[in-house]
């Protein structure tokens, strides 16, 4: 590509789905290790931005330790006389696709998750200034986006510039994220779909509503409209909601249409409010993952920033892995924090009255739109460390859950002995086998449906 000429290192869309792994990487930016660590784009006055211009403010790419980690903050100033700052949340989700353009940098998430990667090979070539990042980034978003006239790039690494404005930059998302709040899905025809993620999943849309925020956390209903309308051919694009087929699933023809068509059949059908059935579906960038714990009938969630192991003894990598890729795995489904402070929050399936576990940390973000009883019943990281210890919890604090348990034992009942009968379930099966009449059925990745499922005990015959 002509347009980078001055580049070291090749620049195209070939390099987005690089990994790039420990061992081959010279420096890695952000990351889990880095508690502070941000993108941000903010709309500027025409005068306020000299086009083009790139900053560093701390040690520049050659001068940063082999194979460490540092703090990171890339901040972007853009202006345009259609510029407004609906448009801060779309423009910033940009960074993540054009960064990964770049060969030998691999850019994963958003906001204040970022952790970014550069690798040794690309760094030998002569990657080795943000300068050269920025300069990628002004193109791109000049030739993609004409409604930035003028754009200026900052990229911090000096540790106590990167906390400040960290914390500026917390500031600013939780503004964005108040807008909508108050807003209800029930008072808009028009929701948003984006298909950024698509090069990652490709049966993967995201649904955006005022009451449901994508998956990633970083595209609200109004950065929807924004975008949509300087843009309305781009990857944010306005759904007509159509229909409303079901307000409690939260199931609109206008979105079912809309996805058949964007996935190319894959996906026909989405419940916006629930984790099952047909759950809106989970690209690879969601913040959070609202996982089903069939022992005790309750949603975990954890999120991309929680370290540990939760309660079911799984990180958040190996929970984000079963329902990431555009699917819809009954369960398994990623979400945005945001989601969790509407009252639209799996809805369907009993709301917060559902949930039982969570990270502290994330308990403490959520906390104020959290019904009180739910303050106190849901467990986290410092209640209980295992599913046993979550069922006694549970008990102790008379979850709503619990009252589940009950009605699940009263329906077994009248089940003859050596029989067990459970009424209504769906539940996911990653392998089971079933054994009939001398043949063995293999389930693998299946998704079972029954109104009543009966497990008979086998007597040995004598
Ligand atoms: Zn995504």
New binding site residues.
Partial sequence: MSMFEDIPVDVGVIYEGERIRRNNMQVELGGPKQPAKFELVRAKKMDEVEDEKVTVIGPDLKDLPEGGNVPFGIYIEVAGKDIEEDLEGVTERRIHEYLNFIEGIMHLNQRYDIWIRVSKKSFQKGLNSFTYLGKVLARLYKSELPFIEKIQITFITDPAKVKEMYDQAAEIYEARDAKARGMKDEEVDTFYGCT??QSFAPT?M?VITPQRYS??GSISWFDGRASAQVDPKGPVFAINKGDLLDAEKGEFSGINETIKQKTLGSVDRVWMYTGFGYPHTS????EAMAFYIPEVEGYGIVDRGFNGVTVNGLPFSTLADSGAGGRQVDGFHGIAIEYMRSPKFLQADGGWDRVVWMPQSVKDRVKEFMPKEAIANVATENDVKTVDELTTFLKEKSHPVVQRWKEATVEAAPATEGEEALDGIAFPVSTATVAAGGFKIIFINAKIHAEKVIIKRDKPKR
């Fill in positions: 950024l993620c993967h995201c998956n990633c690209c690879g960038c969601f």
